[in-house]
């Protein structure tokens, strides 16, 4: 039996692995290899990794941790999960079982990205979600918003601080009168016109063609897509759920233990705002939390 299981080798369950590895426990590391941010060309605003593609950081996180003799490895897809504390089972896609005392979830998210042609093939790379992540490699170009949402007009003067911002209502209701003076103050256009496509030459993006003909000049879109569990486990294992403002999230503590005792959460699973230092943060507590629950403190 492994002291602990994590399962997902992103920025989140790479730093909590390589907590406990560093504790000497012995410790499996579960990985379907298609992380959240593999659509990514490069990570931003990560200190010390600004600009390297996230595949490369995984990479050497798993050379890193490969050099700690505790370590193992499956490559796989963990798809059922159960048990309690010292006692916990996992099953992977190939009926292989596995037991731990410990698990950290460090599965992620699934983006369900908005219906419009052209926007799939420039997911995160023209279109994305975090202008802190990618705003400033719009260097200060038109920048559009999709709308639908009330809470989408607010992202749009965020937005503003990196480029000219446009908020494309999509069908969706027009801001109120104070949060359009906020926005008008900010230099943030509104476009009432729906988009219907976006052109460019993929994965860039030229411009957003709405119902009416015309072509907006944009040098990204940010939208922000509904996201749920990339995987079933922490349901499975009856974890709560907190409603967030993308969709829900897995509710923990401040060690990243879950309401199941023993089991852990980090990464995009386990927050409401997603970014890679928050992640690789939250990572490292949870390895932190299930080692101190491992020495009974």
Known sequence: MYDAIVVGASFAGLSAAMQLARARRKLLVIDAGAPRNRFADAAHGFLGQDGVAPASIMRTGLTQLSAYPSVEFA???ATRAGGEIDGFGVELDDGTELAGRRLILATGVRDALPDLPGLAERWGRSVLHCPYCHGYEMNRGPIGVLGGDPAHALKAGLIAEWGPTTLFLQGGAAPDGQTAAKLAARGVAIEATPIVELVGEAPRLSAARLADGRQVALAGLFVAPRTS??????????????????GPYVRVDDRQQTSVAGVYAAGDLAMQMHNGTLASAAGAMAGFGAHLSLVGL
């Open 75 to 77: 490559d796989g897809l």
């Open 229 to 246: 569990p990339a995987s079933p486990l922490a349901e499975q294992l009856g974890c709560a759920f907190e409603d967030g403002m993308t």
